[in-house]
């Protein structure tokens, strides 16, 4: 059976239009739809171009040796101005620095460059510090530690300064050090070394190879080491060891010194250990062991001593000698009891009574 309606409908147009109609719908919902998936795309792109395009002008403004930028292929690096920082030890004191740089010597390095530091690091009595400067310096984040060179100083409270060109301080050891000369003065004297080691919790001072003290009690010289002992007020120096004091001249394998005022060390008692020996103008006289005690103006001399004065020579076990006086007293030995010794080339003998 034929639909009249439709067939007059097709004749009169208003399939067509309806068809028409039908089409554009479906155009406009695949628009709709294209872009409800793109314009999520559009939008993250312009998000990522907003956060690279300053980093494109930063590389065009900015110096490519600056340390800040990034080199190719690798992380930004950081820098800081006027930047402070600061160090705990094992004990829990706190080191404080400043620079008017920091810089990473790599990418993600934990080695950071500094320039012109200047820090305060607290000695082993807590209210007292030790200040610090140099040119430049390399903090290590991983091992704690800080080396510092060029125009490298020190300077204590008591206005002790250390100067020297390269210097490493370990804050978890509490331990310095340094292979370069160093130079120090103070109101008590001056010390010269070709390097140098520094135990804070032990307050030991250790100058190693050649090195030179002058003072009032005289100048000091060693050859291997000497080591400067602050809570005790004590040297040690070794190493072909020379004391010169006025017009005598002490030489020994090792010698130690003892001091009554910390700050302007005044000698208090010399001890030298090993071929000891001892010049003046009236004569040389040898031992194993010397003692001198300058406060007492005394000299004792043990083990294989000889008194040689002009061509007069007298060998003991023990000799005690008055430095104001000049005088000389020959001590022989318990078991031996006897003193020896030549006189202008004649040969003269002593031998004590034995004891009823």
Known sequence: MVDVQKIDAFFNGNAVLKTAERRTESKRSRVLRFAKLVMPSIAALLIGLILILPNF?????VSKEDLTL???????????????????????????????????????????????????????????????IANTGFFDQAKN????????KAVYDNQTTFETNEAEYDFNKAYGQGQKPIHAYGSWGKIW????????????????????????????????????????????????????????????????M?????KQMELRKVEGFGHVKIRTEDGVAQSDKGIYLPQENKIELEGN???QKDNNIIYGDKAVTNTETKISRMIADEKNKKVSGIIRGSSIKRKKHEEK
Request: aromatic letters at 8%; charged letters at 30%; proline letters at 2%.
């Open 57 to 61: 002008k930063k590389e065009n403004v």
């Open 70 to 132: 990034p080199q190719k292929g690798e992380l930004e690096k950081l820098h800081a101005e006027d930047a402070s920082f600061s160090m705990t030890d094992a004990d829990g004191k706190i080191s404080s620095f400043t620079a008017d740089s920091m810089d990473e010597t790599s990418s993600m390095s934990k080695v950071i460059k500094i320039q012109n530091p200047k820090g305060k690091i607290p000695l082993k009595t807590e209210e007292k510090f030790v200040d610090i």
């Open 145 to 152: 530690t800080i080396r510092l060179e060029q125009n490298v």
């Open 193 to 256: 070394a070709d390097g140098f080691s520094y135990d804070k919790n032990q307050e030991i001072l250790y100058l190693n190879g050649k090195s030179k003290l002058i003072h009032e009690g005289g100048v000091l010289k060693a050859f291997k080491q000497a080591r400067y002992y602050k809570d005790l007020n004590k040297i040690e120096a070794e190493g072909n060891v020379v004391l010169e004091q006025a017009s005598s001249m002490l030489y020994a394998d090792k010698v130690v």
């Open 258 to 262: 003892w001091f009554e005022n910390e």
């Open 305 to 307: 001593v000889s008194i």
